[in-house]
C-alpha cells in the first residue's frame, strides 16, 4: 500500500484509510469561513511534528495572521519558522522580505517553491497553496491548465499538496472549473444555517486509490484545538429525531386511522 500522510486530525485520517497519500495533489474546497484553512494548518503542523519539510503560501491572509491563527490552536508556527522547519510565502501583503509573492503568476508560485524546497533540504515535503484560484482570479479559464503545471511541476520535488480552492458563492460553481479534475482528491467544505445554527460539514468527495468515506461529517472549530470532526452528518440526533409535537400528530393520527378501519 502506498505511504499515507497523518492530516494531524485523526478523526479524519480515518475517513480517507489512514491519510492522505504520498504525493497527492489534493483540492481543499468550500464557502469561506468554512475551515478550508484552518485545515490546512493541522496539515502543517502535522508535518512539523513529523519531520517534513513543510511550505505554506497565504494569498488572503498575512503571514502573521496565519501564524496568529495557528498559536490560537496550540501551534506555534512561529518557532517552526526559527527553526528552518517551514517557510511561509506571503503572497498578499507585497513584502519586500525573500518569502514574499510580489504578483499572483503560477510561475512566480512555482519559481518561490522550489527556492523554498532547496533551502529546507532534501526529503519528504508539504505544500499548502491557500488559495491556489487566487491565481487564476482574473482569469478562470486558466485554473485547469495551472492545476497541471503545479501538479506536474511539484511532484518532481516530493511534495504532497493541499490546493485550497474557493466556492463562488452566487453560481455555487467550484472557482475556475478545473482543479477538481486534476486533483486527486477533493475535500469539499460546506456550511448550512439550521435552526438559526451555522453548521460546517465536510465530505470527502474524491480520494483515487481510496476506499474512503463517502457520509458528509459535521465538523466545528474549537478554541484552543482547531478543526474537530463532530461525527457524521446522517447519524445526529437532532437529524433523526422527531420533534415531539409532531410525534405527537403521528401517534394521534394511526389512533384516528384505527379507528375508522372496519373490524
Ligand atoms: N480560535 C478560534 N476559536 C473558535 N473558532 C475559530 C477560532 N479561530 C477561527 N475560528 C473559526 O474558523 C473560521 C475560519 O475558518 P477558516 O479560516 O478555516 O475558513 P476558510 O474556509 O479558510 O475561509 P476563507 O475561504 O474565507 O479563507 C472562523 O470564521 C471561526 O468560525
Ligand atoms: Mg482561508
Given at each position: 500500500m502506498s505511504e499515507?500522510?497523518?492530516?494531524?486530525?485523526?478523526?479524519?485520517?480515518?475517513?480517507?484509510?489512514?491519510?492522505?497519500?504520498?504525493?497527492?495533489?489534493?483540492?481543499?474546497?468550500?464557502?469561506?469561513?468554512?475551515?478550508?484553512?484552518?485545515?490546512?494548518?493541522?496539515?502543517i503542523a502535522e508535518g512539523i511534528k513529523e519531520g517534513d519539510r513543510c511550505i505554506y503560501v497565504t494569498t488572503e491572509e498575512s503571514r502573521d495572521?496565519?501564524?496568529?491563527?495557528?498559536?490560537?490552536?496550540?501551534?506555534?508556527?512561529?518557532?517552526?519558522v526559527e527553526g528552518g522547519r517551514l517557510i511561509i510565502v506571503d503572497a498578499l501583503m507585497g513584502l519586500e522580505d525573500p518569502w514574499s509573492l510580489k504578483s499572483l503568476e503560477i510561475?512566480?508560485?512555482?519559481?518561490?517553491?522550489?527556492?523554498?524546497?532547496?533551502?529546507?533540504?532534501?526529503?519528504?515535503?508539504?505544500?499548502?497553496?491557500?488559495?491556489?484560484?487566487?491565481?487564476?482570479?482574473d482569469k478562470p479559464a486558466m485554473a485547469r491548465r495551472y492545476s497541471y503545471t503545479v501538479k506536474k511541476v511539484l511532484t518532481k520535488w516530493d511534495f504532497t499538496v493541499l490546493a485550497v480552492s474557493q466556492y463562488a458563492i452566487t453560481t455555487s460553481d467550484a472557482f475556475g472549473f478545473g482543479v477538481e479534475h486534476i486533483a486527486d482528491g477533493i475535500i469539499r467544505f460546506r456550511r448550512f444555517v439550521r435552526g438559526g445554527v451555522l453548521r460546517r460539514y465536510l465530505l470527502v468527495?474524491?480520494?483515487?486509490?481510496?476506499?474512503?468515506?463517502?457520509?458528509?461529517q459535521e465538523v466545528t472549530v474549537l478554541d484552543g484545538r482547531g478543526l474537530t470532526l463532530l461525527g457524521s452528518a446522517k447519524q445526529r440526533r437532532e437529524d433523526?429525531?422527531?420533534?415531539?409535537?409532531?410525534?405527537?400528530?403521528?401517534?394521534?393520527?394511526?389512533?384516528?386511522?384505527?379507528?375508522e378501519m372496519p373490524p
Open positions: 499515507r500522510l497523518s492530516t494531524g486530525i485523526p478523526e479524519f485520517d480515518r475517513l480517507v484509510g489512514g491519510g492522505i497519500p504520498r504525493s497527492f495533489l489534493v483540492a481543499v474546497t468550500g464557502e469561506p469561513g468554512t475551515g478550508k484553512t484552518v485545515f490546512s494548518i493541522h496539515f495572521s496565519i501564524i496568529q491563527q495557528s498559536a490560537q490552536f496550540g501551534i506555534d508556527f512561529r518557532r517552526a510561475d512566480e508560485l512555482l519559481n518561490k517553491v522550489i527556492e523554498a524546497k532547496k533551502t529546507l533540504g532534501y526529503g519528504r515535503a508539504r505544500l499548502v497553496i491557500d488559495s491556489l484560484s487566487a491565481f487564476w482570479l468527495e474524491k480520494m483515487r486509490q481510496t476506499p474512503h468515506s463517502l457520509v458528509m433523526v429525531a422527531v420533534p415531539s409535537k409532531v410525534s405527537e400528530k403521528v401517534i394521534k393520527a394511526a389512533e384516528e386511522r384505527e379507528k
